[in-house]
């Protein structure tokens, strides 16, 4: 929470060595777009009060002044408990993030885009690191309710249920193309686990699996990690 003292951030600026990058997968502020009484707020004041609350501690200033940072978004960033493609305030909270973050070689896809996927390269040949980030909130289909807040969701089998938007699969079949020795993908929700009622892939099996079937071919050249929420 951007509303607690940060004092990790020293701890991560005070590294020796430094980490070569720091990857937030979402969640990075709280700033759900909701009003006092709890209803939709179209302007989304509180994600921004967020952004200049996080902005506020000088040891995140200090730590994004000298670490590489890569970000990506989950539900409470893009303004929306269990946000789905369904979320009226995506855009503006993909704005925000961007403006946040600052300009980069993604920017540009990602302002114009169906999300905030993004890929970075690092390393000579032989040591080559790619950190594919994806987006599985901007297209993501809604999830079966349960009602239930201790188990609130249920797999869906139905064919037409997505994780992410085509643009976004074959944009990442094109990222795991190039040459790399180490890969890490990294999911804002759960990718592999299993008999959880919470959110994440298996919720959707046939895009899991979609996801399994397009990594694989790639394990022959390359160490591929899922880094997930």
């Known amino acids: 929470s951007q509303m607690l003292p940060q004092p990790h951030w020293d701890t991560l600026g005070s590294l020796d060595p430094k980490p070569d990058v720091t990857i937030l997968a979402g969640d990075n502020v709280y700033g759900d777009c909701i009003d006092s009484k709890g209803k939709p707020d ?11 609350e996080l902005a506020s501690h000088q040891s995140f ?11 990506t ?3 409470h960033d893009y303004g929306l ?3 789905n493609n369904n979320n009226p305030h995506k855009d503006v909270a993909k704005e925000l993030f961007l ?6 070689q993604s920017s540009e896809r990602r302002r114009e885009g169906d999300g905030v996927y993004a890929s970075y390269e ?4 032989g040591r080559r690191l790619q950190i594919v980030l994806l987006d599985v909130r901007y297209s993501r289909s809604e999830f079966i309710s349960t009602g239930n807040p201790s188990a609130p969701f249920l797999p869906d089998h139905n064919e037409s249920k997505r994780m992410m938007s085509e643009d976004q699969w074959l944009w990442m079949e094109d990222q795991l193309s190039r040459p790399a020795n180490l890969r890490l993908v990294v999911s804002s929700v759960q990718a592999m686990a299993n008999g959880s009622n919470f959110e ?3 919720m ?4 899991r699996e979609r996801l399994y079937n397009l990594l694989a071919p790639h394990t022959a050249s390359s160490r591929i990690i899922i880094v997930s929420g």
């Open 122 to 125: 690092w390393g000579p040949p």
């Open 81 to 83: 408990g269990n946000a």
């Open 73 to 75: 978004l989950d539900d």
């Open 204 to 207: 959707i099996p046939h895009e």
């Open 200 to 202: 994440g892939w298996g």
């Open 61 to 71: 200033l200090g730590a994004k002044a000298t670490l590489p940072m890569v970000a």
């Open 42 to 52: 179209q302007s989304c004041a509180n994600l921004r009060k967020a952004y200049n």
């Open 99 to 104: 403006d946040f973050f600052g300009e980069d």
